[in-house]
């Protein structure tokens, strides 16, 4: 008699193969979807930085930081040229990142002082 839906295991995702090794779409695919799964991660985790810094920053006037801004997307576009990936596109990456950062920081800025 099969388990109940509850209590079967769960389905195994197929094993992720490096980018070099992939010799299909769907294992690029794979390892494409997983890698986003991570990013989303890491960028759960630097929004509660942003948290943290809404929390601990004494004034509104301090969440927007304009070198702060730059050396960040400058250091960003650094890395990934050393890495050997388009530095124009990180920079707009991260141009986003940090604009959207700032605004969830104003936005939680305002939220824990009302």
């Known amino acids: 008699m099969p388990l109940p839906a509850a209590k079967q295991p769960a389905a ?10 992939c010799e299909t779409m769907p294992e690029v695919r794979a390892g494409v979807d997983a ?3 991570e990013l989303v991660a890491l960028l759960a985790r630097r929004f509660g930085y942003m948290r943290a810094a809404a929390r601990i920053k004494p004034s509104r006037d301090a969440v927007r930081d304009e070198a702060r801004k730059a050396s960040v997307i400058a250091a960003a576009v650094a890395e990934a040229e050393a890495h050997g990936i388009p530095g124009d596109v990180v920079a707009d990456i991260w141009e986003r990142l940090v604009e959207g950062s700032i605004a969830y920081e104003f ?5 824990i002082r009302t």
């Open 107 to 111: 936005g939680e800025w305002d939220r």
């Open 35 to 37: 890698l986003d799964r």
């Open 12 to 21: 195994k995702e197929p094993a992720v193969k490096a980018p070099e090794a």
